[in-house]
C-alpha cells in the first residue's frame, strides 16, 4: 500500500510496513473497490489507479499473472488426481492377484 495515497491507512510506520497489517488493509480496500464498482476487474484496475490507462494496464498484468497460477495449480491437481488414479489401479491389480492366489 503506497502511503503517498493512503496516509490514514496504518496507525503507525512499523505497522504500515508489517506484511500482514499491510496485507489486510490492501484486502479490505480491495473488497470495498468491488462493492462499489461491481466488478473485480474494475476493482483491480482502481486499485492501482482511478486513471483508466493506468489502471487498465495493471489489471492486464495482475490477470496475466493469475491465468498462470491457475494454469500452474491446475497442472498440479491434475497430476495429483493422475497419480491417485494409478496408485488404485495397482491396488486393485495386487487384490485381484491375492484373490486368485488364495
Given at each position: 500500500i503506497n502511503l503517498?495515497?493512503?496516509p490514514t491507512a496504518f496507525d503507525s510506520l512499523e505497522q504500515?510496513?508489517?506484511p500482514k497489517s499491510n496485507v489486510k488493509y490492501a484486502a479490505k480496500f480491495l473488497k470495498r473497490l468491488h462493492q462499489d464498482k461491481k466488478s473485480w476487474r474494475q476493482a483491480i484496475s482502481?486499485?492501482?489507479s482511478?486513471?483508466?490507462k493506468l489502471g487498465s494496464r495493471y489489471r492486464n498484468k495482475v490477470e496475466t499473472l493469475?491465468?498462470?497460477?491457475r494454469r500452474k495449480s491446475a497442472?498440479?491437481?491434475r497430476a495429483e488426481v493422475i497419480e491417485?488414479?494409478?496408485k488404485r489401479k495397482i491396488a486393485r491389480a495386487n487384490?485381484?492377484?491375492f484373490k486368485e492366489k488364495g
Amino acid at each position: 500500500i503506497n502511503l503517498m495515497y493512503h496516509p490514514t491507512a496504518f496507525d503507525s510506520l512499523e505497522q504500515a510496513f508489517d506484511p500482514k497489517s499491510n496485507v489486510k488493509y490492501a484486502a479490505k480496500f480491495l473488497k470495498r473497490l468491488h462493492q462499489d464498482k461491481k466488478s473485480w476487474r474494475q476493482a483491480i484496475s482502481h486499485y492501482h489507479s482511478s486513471n483508466s490507462k493506468l489502471g487498465s494496464r495493471y489489471r492486464n498484468k495482475v490477470e496475466t499473472l493469475w491465468k498462470l497460477v491457475r494454469r500452474k495449480s491446475a497442472a498440479t491437481k491434475r497430476a495429483e488426481v493422475i497419480e491417485a488414479y494409478k496408485k488404485r489401479k495397482i491396488a486393485r491389480a495386487n487384490k485381484r492377484k491375492f484373490k486368485e492366489k488364495g
